[in-house]
């Protein structure tokens, strides 16, 4: 049982936009950043978003993070098939003294 | 290029023992706190345990705290995870990972070594 909650399972059609919701609670996402990481099949994950709505360099703004009270969003427009991946969601957590994990979620592109 | 590599991983009996190793490359690894993560099969993603660049704190996940421990070798640029009394649940991929942002902004990754625990 992962401490930050993800749905399972998205999907989407090309060129549509998507939304995954993250929620956790007042020691982790409430009081820390969020960081998203994608993974492509049978790959290392790659950081994707970090501090809630930072891109690192090489990733398109079709990606984009948010961040309100105890949840956090990872939206993706324009929607392409090379997006087909799982995302996870993370935030530092206060009591643990480390980063938790939602249970990722798979996104399918139909 | 800046880069991790892992290595150690292997079948191993339950209660056995395992070293991983991690060796950095193209970067200076001193500068950097550095994680374990690890993942199980078809599951999410588990943070393991974190070093600070100079090795002076440690810190680890429940699961695995008083059988896990986690070193570094700056003069070798090399992260450590020797594991101890393994069980099954421990079967997973491991990865190392670089912490940018110092609150888990995790932004290199290694290729993952596959721990199986099975008698």
């Known amino acids: 049982q992962s401490v930050l909650t993800q749905p399972p399972s998205a999907s989407g059609t090309p060129g549509q936009r998507v939304t995954i919701s993250c929620s956790g609670s007042s020691s982790n996402i409430g009081s820390n950043t969020v960081n998203w990481f994608q993974q492509l099949p049978g790959t290392a994950p790659k950081l994707l978003i970090y501090t809630n709505n930072q891109r690192p360099s090489g990733v398109p703004d079709r990606f984009s993070g948010s961040k309100s009270g105890t949840s956090a969003s990872l939206a993706i427009s324009g929607l392409q098939s090379e997006d087909e991946a799982a995302y996870h969601c993370a935030a530092w957590d206060d009591s643990l003294d480390g980063p938790v994990f939602g249970g990722g979620t798979k996104l399918t592109v139909l | 290029q800046v880069q991790l590599v892992e290595s150690g991983g292997g079948v191993v009996q339950p209660g056995r023992s395992l070293r991983l190793s991690c060796a950095a490359s193209?970067?200076?690894?001193?500068?950097?706190?550095m994680h374990w993560v690890r993942q199980a099969p078809g599951k999410g993603l588990e943070w393991v345990a974190l070093?600070?660049?100079?090795?002076?704190?440690?810190f680890y996940a429940d699961s695995v705290k008083g059988r896990f421990t986690i070193s570094r070798d700056n003069s070798q640029n090399t992260l450590y995870l020797q594991m101890n009394s393994l069980r099954a649940e421990d079967t997973a991929i491991y990865y190392c990972?670089?912490?940018?942002?110092?609150?888990?902004?995790?932004?290199?990754w290694g290729q993952g070594t596959t721990v199986t625990v099975s008698s």
């Open positions: 193209g970067f200076t690894f001193s500068n950097y706190a």
């Open positions: 070093i600070l660049d100079d090795g002076s704190n440690k």
């Open positions: 990972a670089r912490d940018q942002t110092g609150d888990g902004g995790l932004d290199v």
